[in-house]
């Protein structure tokens, strides 16, 4: 039986019923919740919901819909077409302020107008013929109803009681409820991993963090306009001097190097990571949602936690429904988790690989290549970025698609493509760069050596490739991803479950610090893979 993981605050919907009156109340309990449920997911435009073509709309397709309202066509027909409605009864007679929706007229039913609740702003489309980019869903926007229920929901102070607020779904299903049910925070329905291995379904978070980073991301949009207004000059170096406040506290003035050496905020993360990068209006705009999805949710549970919930995808990698914390910038996630302890593999499926094809006796020259980038990794990466004059994170982003037998193409198609933001000078400096040529090659006699022609392919976590995913760039992230996951899993085999905060791929983020010797021993036992670990405390 599925087990419904989608979850949305119960004050939301009882705000709903006050703000948008018998319109919403008179419909049926499963479109209400279907309505409340969109309108959480995606009251917040960011990354992981942001539609392709059109920054400002969320994209919505057909199988949320489903999920959320039994089947897409309820929606669009109470949203957007009209719909009916008639008196639900039982052998007792009329059940009072009950009804039974349908699409089309029947008797008994009255007609309605659309809701018009949701506003669709892009219209999806089938492949590359229309507009050379992968099919999409939906785009849509909020209604001035539905913004004005929200803002109504935010600003309203809660009763924290188990009646008035916390989380449920559709069934009324309490979040601890389902933990129970699932054994934790992971929900595996793909992979043969014990259950028993997991972590809590709840994060702690550090709100004074958070809230203190939201003030310094409205002052880099508001008062200094993106590294405009208020420039001073300090050493010869543009800074932005910050004072924040929070709750109206005052706080420490801090010195923030944009683009250039960092000062007094060493010990922050989250303004390294503002600092690390051109910022956009766009992008501090996607942080401040972020940072109020939290709080919001924080608020929801009435304390200092917010509720994650992981996934298995296809290669079984654990993926947060929402991209709640995993998904965020690294800013806020530095700042929801300031004080904990991030423990990431280094060069994880690239080590992995040397020593799948070392265990099978296979040897060739190309494959110095990638024993050079896993013993020196931060030394290629700069070198790389300074050759092709891009980031850093955009050439490991490269290094990575090539790992998984992406080509070294100026096609749209691939993924070169898109982790060069489709900048045609970039491409032609990353395609004709010979190191990564010969990387390239390096992961075409890989493919050969691992999977060959195989037609069934199962990976370290006992999940089949899907069959319908083509080409050697998905059975080799099938692969590799399967091996990180086997890793993810010694370490939480062996972890106390209260001390895991938060799960990133291929890295474990713990409340507190933690051994990197041992974490690297624990692997090698459960696994028989060397590998090592980087500490970063938030």
Not at 102 to 113: D, F, P
Not at 347 to 374: C, G, T
Request: charge should be neutral; aromatic fraction near 8%; include cysteine.
């Amino acid at each position: 039986m599925r087990i419904n993981l989608d979850f949305y605050p119960k004050s939301l919907l009882k705000e709903a019923k006050i703000t948008l009156g018998e319109e919403f109340s008179r419909l049926p309990n499963r479109i209400q919740t279907g309505y409340i449920q969109i309108i959480w997911d995606h009251s917040e435009v960011i990354k992981y919901n942001q539609h392709n073509r059109d920054p400002s709309s969320f994209a919505l397709g057909n199988e949320e819909l489903s999920n959320c309202f039994t089947d897409f066509r309820n929606f669009k027909a109470v949203n957007t077409n009209g719909y009916y409605l008639r008196p639900k009864s039982n052998r007792y007679g009329l059940l009072e302020g009950q009804y039974v929706l349908s699409r089309k007229q029947v008797e008994g039913s009255i007609e309605h107008k659309p809701t018009n609740w949701l506003i669709k702003t892009q219209e999806g489309f089938q492949g590359w013929k229309e507009v050379g980019v992968v099919g999409s869903k939906n785009g849509y926007k909020m209604s001035n109803n539905i913004n004005h229920l929200l803002d109504n929901w935010y600003n309203k102070s809660l009763d924290n009681t188990k009646e008035e607020s916390g989380f449920v779904n559709s069934k009324n299903e309490t979040l601890e409820e389902i933990e129970t049910k699932i054994g934790g925070g992971i929900n595996r329905d793909k992979s043969n991993i014990n259950k028993e291995v997991n972590i809590n379904l709840n994060t702690t978070i550090n709100k004074n963090a958070l809230k203190v980073h939201r003030e310094i991301l409205k002052i880099l949009k508001g008062d200094i306009k993106i590294r405009e207004a208020r420039r001073e000059t300090e050493d010869n170096k543009p800074t932005f001097r910050i004072t924040t406040t929070v709750d109206g506290v005052l706080g420490q003035e801090e010195t923030v190097y944009i683009g250039g050496t960092l000062g007094r905020v060493n010990r922050d993360l989250s303004l390294q990571s503002l600092s690390s990068k051109e910022l956009s209006l766009e992008g501090i705009d996607q942080r401040l949602s972020e940072i109020n999805k939290l709080l919001i949710a924080a608020r929801e549970g009435g304390g200092s936690t917010v509720p994650v919930i992981y996934t298995e995808v296809d290669t079984g990698r654990y993926t947060a429904k929402g991209a709640i914390l995993q998904g965020y910038h690294k800013s806020v996630r530095y700042a929801a988790l300031a004080g904990c302890y991030e423990y990431d593999l280094e060069a994880a499926h690239q080590n992995i690989l040397i020593q799948l094809l070392d265990k099978m006796n296979k040897n060739f020259p190309e494959l110095q290549v990638l024993r050079e980038y896993v013993a020196n990794k931060q030394h290629v990466r700069e070198r790389l970025a300074e050759e092709v004059n891009t980031s850093i994170a955009i050439v490991k982003e490269i290094i990575q698609e090539l790992t998984y037998g992406a080509r070294l193409s100026k096609s749209p198609r691939q993924a070169v493509h898109k982790s060069c933001g489709g900048d045609d000078i970039l491409l032609e400096k990353v395609t004709s760069n010979q190191w990564l040529k010969s990387l390239e090659s390096v992961f075409k006699l890989a493919h050969k050596h691992l999977i060959e022609d195989r037609d069934n392919i199962v990976n370290a976590v006992g999940i089949p490739f899907n069959k319908e995913k083509k080409g050697k760039s998905s059975e080799m992230a099938h692969v590799l991803q399967g091996y990180e996951r086997l890793v993810l899993d010694a370490i939480l085999k062996h972890s106390n479950r209260n001390d895991v905060a938060l799960l990133i791929h291929d890295c474990v983020i713990f409340y507190n610090q933690q051994s990197t010797k041992k974490l690297s021993m624990i692997v090698e036992q459960e696994t028989g893979f060397k590998l090592e670990f980087s500490e970063v405390k938030y």
